[in-house]
């Protein structure tokens, strides 16, 4: 079967926002492509959601990956979309929609965005991961236990799994509620990206809509024909 139109219909609120603050981020520190690493500190932004959960139940903050971007390997620009986007974080966009397809998931999350990353030992993500003296296949397994614990179990039960392995964390069953993040809070969030850092423009997070199937056999590779805060908009 073939993508929908927009093949961000399927990502959460959470997703798109991360995507689009990766961007935005990446343009406010005028690096020349949009890296893993960009994207590891736009998922530790929201509070809200199952990957900042996650990272944060392991010790790991914003400000500690924003502090450690200098400290590592720039990654590889992707050649088919310079000035762009890094290979190593289409590839961990890609294998997210795999991941969601492989646990049924008829939605592409933060923790998919966030197994994706981990897959992939050697990419800026992880190389600021194993800095903070993380072990990233313990951040695999943990992943891989919330996919497992959502495909499961019904919604009502999921608040509970959450709780159960991460001690109450704030935030950390927000999404499986189904509840979208405002769009002031979104609003909040970007001013105080730019606040660290510069620019002043506002922007308004897109609509989640999540349909019944989604496969492709290569279902990321038309991702990124135009850059991902349009797509994610559209």
Known sequence: MSLPNNPFEKFTPDARMALQIAEEESTLLKCQYVGTEHLLSAILGNSQSIAFSILFHNGVSQESVRALYSTIRAEES?????NTMSISIRHAIERAVDIAFRYKHNFVGSEHL?????????????QILLKMSLVIEDLQVQVKRILEQLSESPKEKT????????????GAVAIMKGSDPREEK?????????????????????????????????PALDFFSTDLSEMAQN
């Not at 992707?78 to 310079?82: G, H, I, K, L, Y």
């Not at 979104?186 to 506002?202: M, P, T, Y």
């Open 186 to 218: 979104s609003s909040r969030k970007k001013r105080k990206l730019e606040e660290k850092f510069s620019g002043d423009d506002d922007e308004e997070e897109g609509e989640m809509v999540i349909e019944d199937d989604l496969e492709s056999e290569t």
């Open 114 to 126: 966030l197994a994706g990353i981990v897959e992939n030992p050697n990419n800026g993500a992880c």
């Open 159 to 170: 608040k509970n799994i959450i709780e159960d392995l991460f001690h109450g964390l704030h």
């Open 78 to 82: 992707d050649p088919a979309f310079p």
